[in-house]
């Protein structure tokens, strides 16, 4: 087991952009900002697991992730309302990780 701190997103991105801090943006603006973190997000993800792949001595073969609803709507404008606006955040990381983790192989407990 290897518990370490890895970077999830590129330096100078909303790490939270359905809880996007600044002027309040309608929801295409908020859609457009979701989808450039994301994409940051799969990339420095992507970086951060070929770098903890090289550095542990055993072959990394699955990760845990804490489990999110499979039915979490996938919707912007859903996501942005109560209950859902409390979680979308912390669900598109793991999303994302989980979404890495099986390209390489890995194993993905929920």
């Given at each position: 087991?290897?518990?370490?701190?890895?970077?999830?997103?590129e330096p100078g991105?909303?790490?939270?952009?359905?809880?996007?801090?600044?002027?309040?943006?309608?929801?295409?603006?908020?859609?457009?900002?979701?989808?450039?973190?994301?994409?940051?997000?799969?990339?420095?993800?992507?970086?951060?697991?070929?770098?903890?792949?090289?550095a542990v001595p055993?072959?990394?073969?699955?990760?845990?992730?804490r489990a999110w609803?499979?039915?979490?709507?996938?919707?912007?404008?859903?996501?942005?309302?109560?209950?859902?606006?409390?979680?979308?955040?912390?669900?598109?990381?793991?999303?994302?990780?989980?979404?890495?983790?099986?390209?390489?192989?890995?194993?993905?407990?929920?």
């Amino acid at each position: 087991m290897d518990r370490r701190r890895i970077e999830l997103i590129e330096p100078g991105m909303a790490v939270a952009p359905i809880h996007h801090e600044g002027k309040p943006l309608d929801d295409a603006a908020t859609a457009a900002l979701v989808a450039t973190v994301r994409a940051s997000a799969v990339r420095a993800t992507s970086a951060s697991l070929d770098e903890l792949a090289t550095a542990v001595p055993e072959p990394v073969v699955s990760m845990s992730l804490r489990a999110w609803p499979l039915d979490f709507p996938d919707d912007i404008v859903v996501q942005r309302r109560p209950p859902y606006e409390a979680h979308a955040d912390s669900i598109m990381y793991r999303q994302v990780l989980a979404e890495q983790a099986r390209a390489r192989g890995w194993d993905v407990h929920l």
